[in-house]
C-alpha cells in the first residue's frame, strides 16, 4: 500500500509558476512509477505527466510539454511537478498517482491516489 498527499497548489496569474508535491509513505515507492493528472470542473480526468521508477524516464501531455517538469526523490518518497507559463485552462484540481498496471495516460490503470490539490489560474 502507498498513501499519497499532494500540496502546493493554490491560486496564481497568467503566466505564473507553481510547483506541486506528491509525499508517499509505503515501502514500495521507489518500485512504482508516479503519475500526475488533472480534473477540471465538469472535464475527466486528464493525464498531464508520469516518471518511470527505474530510469526516470518521462512523459508529458501534449498541453504540459515544454511548460511543465515531472520529478521524483526516492530517497525522501516524494515527486514534484513543476509548472510554469500556466494558462486559465490549467484550472483544475491536480491528482498525483502512483503503481500503473497499463497505460500509463489512462486513469483507470493507476491503483494509488491522493486526495488532489486545487490550481486556479487567473487571467
Known amino acids: 500500500q502507498v498513501q499519497l498527499v499532494e500540496s502546493g497548489g493554490g491560486r496564481v496569474q497568467t503566466g505564473g509558476s507553481l510547483r506541486l508535491s506528491c509525499a508517499a509513505s509505503?515501502?514500495?515507492?521507489?518500485?512504482?512509477?508516479v503519475a500526475w493528472f488533472r480534473q477540471a470542473p465538469g472535464k475527466a480526468r486528464e493525464f498531464v505527466a508520469m516518471?518511470?521508477?527505474?530510469?526516470?524516464?518521462?512523459r508529458y501531455a501534449e498541453s504540459a510539454k515544454d511548460r511543465f517538469t515531472v520529478a521524483r526523490n526516492n530517497a525522501e518518497n516524494t515527486a514534484s511537478l513543476q509548472m510554469s507559463s500556466l494558462k486559465p485552462d490549467g484550472t483544475a484540481v491536480y491528482y498525483c498517482?502512483?503503481?500503473?498496471?497499463?497505460?500509463?495516460?489512462?486513469?483507470?490503470?493507476?491503483?494509488?491516489w491522493g486526495q488532489g490539490t486545487l490550481v486556479t489560474v487567473s487571467s
Open positions: 498517482a502512483a503503481y500503473s498496471t497499463g497505460r500509463y495516460d489512462t486513469p483507470e490503470v493507476w491503483h494509488y
Open positions: 509505503g515501502k514500495r515507492f521507489s518500485d512504482y512509477s
Open positions: 516518471i518511470n521508477w527505474n530510469d526516470f524516464g518521462t
